[in-house]
């Protein structure tokens, strides 16, 4: 039987990564994105998945674009809440927009993309559902706070959708990159890529790939068991 997987924010970065990994392990794919058409285009001309434009923001937006995703590939199987951003700044100037659009995409946006697809897991008694944290979740960051409280607040989503989901044959999992290069961390200016750098024991930046391994064993039968718990995969910079 072939399962299904919807990958959020899987045209760029990690979740690209995370989707082409899926495809790889035999999953049928279905990915989305925010704004960038031609890195989807590129995307769905390299993989043959299929990329889907919508703000996990928005609720109408994610519950429509989820029904037309099973329409066009069965129902989800496997959902991977990815798609996130950053807005950085200091507390004291990080403006009440900086942080409502930090919220309502790495927080909102995965209740947005896991409530729709929830009653058809429970219904069906399977589903794998695998959020995308940060260590910044865990550890806090300067100019983060917004970012910080997202990530920390998905967590939250997980043990506690662990509990829900574990009668109905649904886990829910995180997993908390620590920086990995993807656009995300080389837009940074390379002065402070260096010195977040040499604050990593394994002296560099991890590879979407390895995230992308972590995900795909979450997905699998063999993580069947794993329920509420966060892979924290970080080169050794901090331990949770
Ligand atoms: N990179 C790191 O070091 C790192 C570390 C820890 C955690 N993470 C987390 O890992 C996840 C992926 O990060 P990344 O570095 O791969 O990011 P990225 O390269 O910037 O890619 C982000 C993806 O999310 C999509 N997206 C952003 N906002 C969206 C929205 N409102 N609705 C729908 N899609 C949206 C983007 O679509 P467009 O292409 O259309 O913009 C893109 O496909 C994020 O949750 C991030 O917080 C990253």
Request: aromatic share 8%.
């Amino acid at each position: 039987m072939t399962r299904t997987a919807l990958v959020t924010g899987g045209s760029r970065g990690i979740g690209a990564a995370i989707s082409k990994k899926l495809q790889d392990d035999g999953f049928k794919v279905a990915v989305t994105y925010a704004g960038n058409d031609e890195a989807a285009a590129a995307f769905s001309r390299e993989t043959g998945i299929e990329a889907y434009k919508w703000n996990v923001a928005d609720y109408d937006e994610s519950a429509a674009g989820i029904a037309q995703v099973e329409a066009d590939i069965g129902p989800i199987d496997v959902v991977v809440a990815n798609a996130g951003i950053t807005r950085d700044a200091p507390f004291h100037k990080m403006t009440p927009e900086q942080w409502h659009q930090v919220i309502d995409t790495n927080l909102t946006g995965v209740f947005n993309t896991v409530h729709p697809v929830w009653p058809g897991m429970r219904e069906r008694k399977f589903g794998r559902v695998i959020v995308i944290s940060s260590v910044n979740g865990q550890k806090g960051q300067f100019a983060q706070v917004n970012y910080a409280a997202t990530k920390a607040g998905d967590l939250g989503i997980v043990k506690s959708l662990a509990q829900e989901g574990a009668r109905a044959g649904i886990t829910t999992n995180a997993v908390c990159p620590g920086y990995i290069a993807t656009e995300m961390v080389m837009a940074v200016p390379e002065k402070v890529r260096e010195s977040i750098i040499s604050q990593i024991p394994a002296g560099r930046l991890g590879e979407p790939e390895e995230i992308a391994r972590c995900v795909a064993f979450l997905a699998s039968d063999d993580a069947q068991f794993i329920n509420g718990s966060t892979i924290s995969a970080n080169g050794a910079q901090f331990f949770a």
